[in-house]
């Protein structure tokens, strides 16, 4: 009897106002976040925590006390098993969750997976669009893990799909409902002026960019395609970029500024979050509260927020795609084959990458050089 395991990952979230501190700790001790020696990056990962927690705390407050993150992620789980069970991949498909932050984390999925034997795992990060520091980080935290703990089964890996046509159909369709939302509000207001889209994503350090992450190049490849597909000749839209933190400068332009723009311009928003799958604090506090509390402060009309993709339709059979074309390769499709049982064979949504030669640390590189995780 054949098994196949998926395994997908995402940042994860603290279950409650205690688990904060060793949440942020757990990040900002990941080598992919500040790149420095170990004892220097535990000592530093627990000052920041030590200072954050407090406003965490009070972010997460506002939600409930909780990351509704793994709850959503399991509903997306749940919903891909029922699809691939209807493909019939496998005699027994199980689908396993690793958050890289907080529970469950790596380390109990690698051991699930393991004790569920399965003759082939898919490796599927829930970034659409990859980057050393999430897609990357997982992936790596994954191998490492895996391989200490003799997981020795087939592995393939997905490692991005900014233009999946699955991904684009539900973004492209919440979005347009977003615009019928926006379009009557402008209606009700007498406005002249029609709805502008905010594409946001979270941001990156430049000096990420620069170093070669292609992570901005494919948040704009999935804009570009999301506009595409709901052929709206003529609409005003740009990509942007929320949650900076720390002194470094970050790519942008950053989405509070945007806001305060539209205000200017007195021009309806609607605000798509373009790289996040399920709802956590990043859009429920920091979109519908702050900057929703910005936006009528600086005079933007009407202010829509479009809901993540979660569970849309579109979306979940687009994620059985690509597991499909992991398990189901064909001849000359361009996937990348590692070396090592853990990290196995390395495809993007369309098998070979989709990144342009200038992103050196696109994981299609050969041999790229690796950050060990702790």
Not at 180 to 198: D, F, N, Q, S
Not at 249 to 267: F, K, L, Y
Not at 268 to 283: G, I, N, R
Request: hydrophobic share 40%.
């Amino acid at each position: 009897m054949s098994r196949l395991a998926v395994v997908v990952f995402n940042l994860g979230g603290p279950d409650s106002l205690k688990a904060v501190k060793p949440f942020l700790f757990n990040l900002f001790n990941d080598p992919a976040i500040i790149g420095l020696p170990a004892p220097v990056r535990w000592i530093l990962a627990r000052l920041i925590s030590g200072r954050r927690a407090p406003v965490a705390r009070a972010i997460y407050d506002r939600i409930g006390g909780r990351s509704p993150l793994v709850e959503q992620t399991k509903a997306q789980t749940d919903a891909l098993a029922a699809v691939l069970a209807d493909r019939g991949l496998a005699d027994e498909i199980g689908v396993f969750i690793a958050m890289r932050y907080w529970h469950p984390m790596t380390r109990a999925a690698v051991d699930e997976v393991k004790r569920f034997k399965p003759d082939t795992v898919v490796l599927l990060p829930l970034y659409p669009q990859h980057s050393g520091s999430t897609s990357g980080s997982s992936l790596r935290a994954w191998v490492e893990i895996a391989e200490a703990r003799g997981l020795s089964a087939e592995t393939l890996t997905v490692c991005c799909y900014p233009t999946e046509a699955g991904f684009v159909t539900a973004l492209a369709n919440l979005t347009l409902e977003g615009l019928g939302r926006a379009r009557a509000g402008v209606e009700i207001h007498g406005l002249t002026a029609g709805p502008r889209v905010l594409f946001s994503a979270h941001g990156l350090p430049k000096t990420s960019i620069e170093k070669g992450d292609p992570y901005q190049s494919q948040v704009e490849m999935t804009a570009r395609a999301v506009i595409e597909q709901m052929d709206q000749p003529d609409l005003d839209w740009l990509v942007c970029y929320q949650s900076r933190v720390g002194p470094l400068e970050w790519i942008g332009p950053d989405t509070e500024s945007e806001i305060v723009r539209a205000g200017a311009d007195g021009v309806p928003l609607v605000v798509v979050p373009l790289a996040f799958v399920s709802e956590h604090s990043e859009t429920l506090v920091e979109l519908d509260l702050e900057y929703g509390d910005l936006a009528r402060e600086r005079g933007v009309p009407v202010y829509v927020r479009v809901p993540t993709v979660q569970t849309h339709a579109a979306f979940i059979e687009g994620l059985a795609d690509l597991v499909s074309r992991a398990v189901n390769p064909t001849e000359g499709d361009g996937c990348l084959i590692e070396a090592g049982p853990a990290q196995g064979r390395l495809c993007s949504q369309v098998g070979a990458r989709v990144c342009a030669e200038t992103w050196s640390m696109c994981p299609h590189v050969p041999n790229p050089r690796q950050t060990k995780t702790p």
